[in-house]
C-alpha cells in the first residue's frame, strides 16, 4: 500500500495535477466568484511557468549538472569491477511492438554498452524488477534491459541481473547483495542525468566505490547558450508554454521529492 501511496500522492503536487485540484475546487465554489477567478488565475500562471523552457531548464539543469564534467572538458572512460544500469529505459515487446524498445531514458543502455565495449569494466549488473504500476507484462525490466545490451553485442556471461527491486532504493539494496557475491568492490553508476544525485546517494555504501556516469541530459551546454541568449526571437518562443517542458519540470519535482522523501526515511 505505501509503494501505491507513494506514486500516487505525488500527482497532486505536480503542476498538471494541482492544476486540476485548483480547477475544480474552482468549479466547487462558483458561489465566491473572486475565488473562483483568483484559483483560475493561479492554475493558468502554474501551467504557464510549468511548461516554460527557461524554468523547466534550469529546474533540470540544478540535478543534472551535479555529476557533469568540468565545462568544456569530456568526461573520461571510467574503470570499475562493474557497471550498473538502473532501470526505466525499456518499453517491454507486446502488441504492436515486434520488440522490447527503449524509451527516453534510453541512453542509459546506450552508454552502459559503449562503456562495455571500451573496457569499463567486465560486467554489467541490470537492476529492475516489475513493478505492478509499470504496466500489465510481468516481465523483470532487468531481463528486457539484457535482451537488448544482447543486441548490442554485449555478451550474456557479463551481464549480472537483479529483478526483484521496484523503485531505486531497493535497486541500490538488491544490487549490493550481487555485488558482494561476485567480490565486485568498485562500481560505475549509470542512470539518467537528473536521477543521478538520487541514486548516487543511495548507492552510497561504505564497501562499494561509486563512480557516477551520468547519461540522458535534457540540457546541453550548447542548448542553455542558445535558449538563454539576449535574442528577441528566441525570448518570444521561450514564453510560449509547451508540453515537453511541463514534462520536465514535473519529473524534476518528482526527483526533488524523491529525495525528500528518501532523507526523511533515511535511505540517503
Known amino acids: 500500500m505505501l509503494f501505491y501511496l507513494s506514486k ?17 475546487t474552482a468549479l466547487v465554489i462558483r458561489r465566491n466568484p473572486q475565488w473562483q477567478t483568483r484559483l483560475i488565475t493561479i492554475t493558468l500562471a502554474l501551467l504557464w511557468l510549468g511548461g516554460n523552457r527557461i524554468v523547466a531548464m534550469t529546474l533540470a539543469r540544478s540535478l543534472e549538472w551535479r555529476y557533469a564534467p568540468p565545462p568544456g572538458k569530456v568526461a573520461a572512460i571510467p574503470h570499475a569491477d562493474a557497471i550498473v544500469v538502473l532501470g526505466g529505459a525499456t518499453r517491454t515487446p507486446g502488441y504492436p511492438r ?36 509499470s ?11 539484457a535482451g537488448l545490451l544482447e ?5 550474456e556471461t557479463a551481464l549480472l541481473l537483479e529483478t526483484g527491486s521496484w523503485n531505486t532504493y531497493e535497486n541500490a539494496e538488491a544490487s549490493l547483495d550481487i555485488l558482494k557475491t561476485h567480490n565486485i568492490q ?71 521529492i524523491g529525495m525528500v522523501v528518501y532523507s526523511v526515511r533515511g535511505w540517503l
Not at 505525488?10 to 485548483?22: D, E, I, N, S, T
Not at 571500451?118 to 505492478?132: E, F, Q
Open 8 to 24: 500516487l500522492l505525488p500527482l497532486f503536487v505536480y503542476p498538471l495535477g494541482m492544476a486540476c485540484v485548483l480547477l475544480a
Open 98 to 133: 515486434p520488440t522490447a524498445e527503449v524509451n527516453e531514458a534510453g541512453d542509459r543502455l546506450l552508454y552502459a554498452a559503449w562503456l562495455y565495449q571500451h573496457d569499463a569494466a567486465p560486467y554489467i549488473v541490470l537492476s529492475g524488477g516489475a513493478a505492478p504500476w
Open 135 to 145: 504496466g500489465p507484462q510481468g516481465i523483470p525490466e532487468a531481463e528486457v534491459m
Open 151 to 155: 543486441r548490442m553485442g554485449v555478451p
Open 186 to 256: 568498485s562500481i560505475i553508476l549509470v542512470t539518467s542525468a537528473i536521477h543521478m544525485p538520487r541514486a548516487y546517494a543511495t548507492f552510497a555504501y561504505p564497501e562499494i566505490a561509486v563512480t557516477p556516469a551520468p547519461t540522458d541530459f535534457w540540457v546541453s551546454q550548447a542548448e542553455w547558450d542558445y535558449y538563454t541568449q539576449p535574442k528577441l526571437s528566441v525570448q518570444l518562443m521561450n514564453l510560449l508554454p509547451s508540453s515537453q517542458d511541463l514534462a520536465l519540470t514535473t519529473q524534476v519535482i518528482k526527483e526533488y
